[in-house]
């Protein structure tokens, strides 16, 4: 069947997780629960705005003092995920959709907290805009592809290949799960060596739950 071909080779921390299958098209990851910091910016899009990159870097303190209740800073991990607003998955075939009226203005954008911190231990944003998620132990479907991921045409492309692959296999999506794109290196790495995934949660292989 072939054997996905994605290579994660960053130097800071990842969201941890245990690789649960291969294929030619994706990997099959079961990812521990943790935290992820995030922020919805009502104008623009995932690919080139700022907005929500700027306000999450100032809640880790990336740039200078951090913008939190106890001024600690953060450690900044890979991937930064984003999604489009809007977007919804077509149950019965795989194809995604774009935001209600043709349009996609505004976007989601989450940074994963370091594993050593919890709802509990980490300090409140200051900014009104950020806020805190728990996220559980859940399966992803992961398409690897590098260069840049600074538009539409390439990204809904991936995504259609991931859902293909998943049809094919009799894999499900999660009911409500929308596509999002994991970007794992800074603005400075030239596109030919950016690593990129598009993400998709799924419902357990074994259909065991968790």
């Known amino acids: 069947m072939g054997v996905y071909f994605g290579k994660l080779r960053v130097g800071v921390e990842l969201p941890r997780y245990d690789v649960v299958s291969k294929s030619s098209c994706y990997e099959v990851r079961r990812y521990h629960a943790c935290v992820a910091a995030e922020v919805r910016v009502e104008t623009g899009s995932q690919f080139k705005g700022s907005d929500g990159f700027r306000a999450l870097a100032k809640y880790i303190g990336a740039f200078g003092t951090p913008e939190n209740e106890r001024r600690e800073a953060i450690k900044m991990t890979a991937p930064v995920l984003t999604q489009a607003r809007g977007e919804r998955i077509a149950m019965t075939a795989p194809v995604v959709s774009g935001a ?9 954008m989450q940074f994963i907290m370091p594993s050593k911190w919890t709802m509990e231990t980490l300090p409140a944003p200051s900014d009104e805009r950020v806020r805190l998620k728990p996220i559980g132990p859940r399966y992803v479907a992961a398409l690897y592809f590098s260069g840049r991921a600074n538009g539409d045409e390439v990204v809904k492309g991936m995504e259609a290949k991931l859902l293909e692959g998943l049809r094919a296999d009799g894999l499900t999506v999660r009911e409500g799960a929308q ?32």
């Open 100 to 108: 209600a009226g043709g349009g996609s203005e505004g976007y989601w």
């Open 179 to 210: 596509p999002q794109l994991a970007r794992y290196n800074d603005p400075f790495t030239p596109g030919f060596l950016r690593t990129n995934e598009v993400w998709v949660v799924i419902n357990p292989p074994d259909g065991k739950g968790g």
